[in-house]
Structure formats: structure tokens, C-alpha cells
């Protein structure tokens, strides 16, 4: 059964630092993994997708790394803003009828 | 592109009534679709998977007889809450994605479900 864990649980930094948000995952026979962003009360928005044959995704300010073989992932945001404020959640998907994994999220509050 | 819509966003009913959200993917075709339950300050826990024509595949625990899904076609899905109880009050999400997931999951907006 696949367990995932983000650390840190929460993180509150003041505008404009550079951050690094890590995802870990016991089963490492996964098909892709999917960063997602989720306000309070809100569906979730996929940020980034990484294949399982990738190391890497970039889009914009954010940049995701996949290191399959050791289970991890880390989502760096670059220059956060208030706006960047959201719970963020590491999914990884299995191969058994493609379902995803959520670890607990990290909690980010970037503050003026 | 890629874009779930899920209906109603909100929905108030009284206990030991029945309640139907929607799910639909409006610009690609669904094969298959998930739907996930979310408590307060929690992470989403999947209740089942659903494949177009066929019957949903239930996590355990999940009651089958009280969460009907049906996945009637490649843009629909739907989730009936059949005699809700204060209990079931909860957010619900659905996802879709395109064969197996290898282009990733789209998820609706969340449906806020209050049974009083």
C-alpha cells in the first residue's frame, strides 16, 4: 500500500523566499506523480505532472523533481508570493486503475 | 484545457433524503473517474474508481449501498448520497483523467455537503 508524507506539515515565510516543499512515497513502482495546490474550501489545481521517466517538470516559478527510485519528490517555488498561500499536495499515481496517493499537504502561508 | 465541472458546489438536505452531484468532464473523454471524500484540515481519501459502462470499484469501508456511482458515459459521472445522515456531511471532489492516467487528473471545484 502506497504512504506518502510531506514535510514540513506548515510553513508560514515572508514574501519573496525561495521554497522547497518534500514528498516522500513507499512504493516506488508509480506511473507518474502530480503536484497539486488547494485554497481552503476549493477543488484542487494541478500545478505540475512528472512521468515516472522524468526528473523533472518546470512551469513558471515552480520546478518539480522526481526521484523514482528513492521514493522522493520536491516542489521549489521561486520568489513565493501572498498569492502562492494554499495547502500543497503530493499525489503520486500507481498503476492499479491509475489512482492517486495524497500525502497530508503542506500547508503554506507566504505573508507582506 | 482539461476541465471538470461538478455540480452543485454546495447542497443542504435533511436527514434521510437522497442527494446526486455531478460530475463531467467538458472538453475531453473521461474513461475513468475517481471520487474522494475530504474531512476538515484532512487529505482526500478515495472512495471509488468508476470505469464508462461499468460498475464502480469501492475502496474498503466505503459502503456501496449508501454511495451509488454511476458512470453512464465518457463526460459523466455521478455520486448519490442515498439516505444522507449528519454523518456524510463532508466535502466531495471528483477527478477524471484519460487512459490509466498517463495525462495526469483534472479535478472538479468540490461539492459541500451539509445533511441537517
Redesign the interface.
Known amino acids: 500500500k502506497q504512504e506518502v508524507t510531506q514535510i514540513p506539515a506548515a510553513l508560514s515565510v515572508p514574501e519573496g523566499e525561495n521554497l522547497v516543499l518534500n514528498c516522500s512515497f513507499t512504493d516506488s513502482a508509480i506511473?507518474?506523480l502530480?503536484w497539486?495546490r488547494q485554497d481552503p474550501?476549493?477543488?484542487?489545481?494541478?500545478l505540475l505532472?512528472i512521468?515516472s521517466s522524468q526528473r523533472e517538470q518546470t512551469s513558471g516559478r515552480l520546478n518539480a523533481s522526481l526521484d523514482k527510485s528513492s521514493g522522493r519528490s520536491t516542489l521549489y517555488i521561486a520568489a513565493s508570493q501572498p498569492g502562492d498561500s494554499a495547502t500543497y499536495?503530493c499525489?503520486p499515481?500507481g498503476t492499479s486503475?491509475?489512482?492517486?496517493?495524497?500525502?497530508?499537504?503542506t500547508i503554506l502561508t507566504v505573508h507582506p | 484545457g482539461a476541465v471538470v465541472s461538478?455540480h452543485p458546489s454546495w447542497v443542504i438536505c435533511k436527514s434521510g433524503t437522497s442527494v446526486k452531484i455531478e460530475c463531467r468532464s467538458l472538453d475531453f473523454q473521461a474513461t475513468?473517474m475517481?471520487w474522494y471524500r475530504q474531512f476538515p484540515k484532512?487529505?482526500?481519501m478515495?472512495m471509488a474508481?468508476s470505469n464508462e459502462g461499468s460498475k464502480a470499484?469501492y475502496e474498503q469501508g466505503v459502503e456501496k449501498d449508501k454511495f451509488l456511482i454511476n458512470h453512464a458515459s465518457l463526460t459523466l459521472s455521478t455520486l448519490t448520497v442515498t439516505s444522507a445522515h449528519p454523518e456524510d456531511s463532508s466535502?466531495y471532489?471528483c477527478?477524471a483523467?484519460r487512459t490509466?492516467?498517463?495525462?495526469?487528473?483534472?479535478?472538479?471545484?468540490?461539492t459541500?455537503l451539509t445533511v441537517v
Open positions: 506511473y507518474n502530480q497539486f474550501g476549493k477543488g484542487l489545481t494541478s505532472l512521468q499536495l499525489a499515481g486503475y491509475g489512482k492517486l496517493t495524497f500525502g497530508q499537504g | 461538478q475513468t475517481f484532512q487529505s482526500l478515495l474508481t470499484t466535502f471532489i477527478s483523467t490509466g492516467g498517463s495525462y495526469g487528473y483534472t479535478f472538479g471545484s468540490g459541500r
